[in-house]
DNA sequence: ACATTTTAAGACACACTACTCTTAATTCTA
DNA sequence: TAGAATTAAGAGTAGTGTGTCTTAAAATGT
């Protein structure tokens, strides 16, 4: 797996926030509704997109969160950083302590371009660019086309 | 992280038996020693190799573990699926349950060539190849060069 | 002030990976 | 046959990710 089940559960929120008309506080409660998340666990993930000021947050009746910056402002890195810390794809992919450019392992150089597309892809989509390939399946709002079968 | 370090274990030990002249039993207790890791748990790793038949064991004096095929014929891939499983590389970026080609989600397209591009280095890429450039590394035999500092 | 709504923070349980150790089974050698 | 060497199998521990719940804090409205 790629990345942690948090990670998805924030980009998947990220993105769904992305794709509303407006930036007005959507409730926790109905964002887990939304992307069938728990609504616990969904409250810890975005805590942590909060303190990363990737959202803000209000408390209290028509509180919720909603995003700090502009949707094309935030790429998906952006997400996987604030809820996984520094990305774990930096690693040798045999974890040996001494590789690196000095001392390449036999797989350093191949997985080193494969990190390398990958870091690309994470550092130049934003979730504005997700929002916007998400839109208009079918009559479905964002993410309940996939998951209402 | 890529691989699970029962993986990254699994294959240092693959590549370290692929380097080794002659294919004579190698006792765990050395590869252990040779590789840095816990005698306890590479056993617990090698005996997955073994139940597949990627190697062969044998109790006793002069006993240990060998390849049971030619390092040539042995894959990355192959390794990585004796011990974790079959990839688990498979799956949707976003955790999404329906996404697929039928149902890509905003990342599908993407994610998909990356993930394509990851197997084929595994699939490609043979425990003797990996042992072939692991070799000759300033007088230290395979991993050691990268183990002692 | 008080009740209601909402997020924040902390405690708890469960599963899985990583790791350790003990005992059993097998094989060799003397 | 006895003892030593070696892997196999199983039990147990620790840490982390996932998931659940309770209580606290903040904001609103009456």
């Not at 520094?86 to 036999?106: D, F, H, I, R």
């Not at 494969?114 to 208009?136: C, D, F, P």
Request: net charge neutral.
């Amino acid at each position: 797996m790629l990345l942690s089940k948090s990670c998805m559960y924030g980009l998947r929120a990220s993105v769904q926030l992305a794709g509303m008309k407006g930036n007005t506080y959507v409730t926790i409660r109905e964002l887990s509704e939304d992307l069938d998340i728990s609504f616990f666990f969904l409250t810890k993930v975005l805590q942590r997109l909060t303190q990363a000021e990737i959202l803000e947050s209000y408390k209290g009746p028509n509180g919720g969160v909603r995003l700090l910056k502009h949707p094309g402002e935030v790429t998906f890195l952006d997400v996987v950083t604030a809820i996984d810390g520094s990305c774990t794809l930096s690693e040798c992919a045999l974890g040996l302590p001494g590789c690196g450019v000095m001392k390449p392992c036999p797989l350093h150089d191949q997985w080193s371009i494969l990190k390398e597309n990958i870091l690309e892809m994470m550092q130049n989509v934003t979730i504005a660019e997700l929002a916007r390939r998400n839109s208009g399946k079918q009559g479905l709002d964002g993410f309940m086309y996939y998951l209402k079968i």
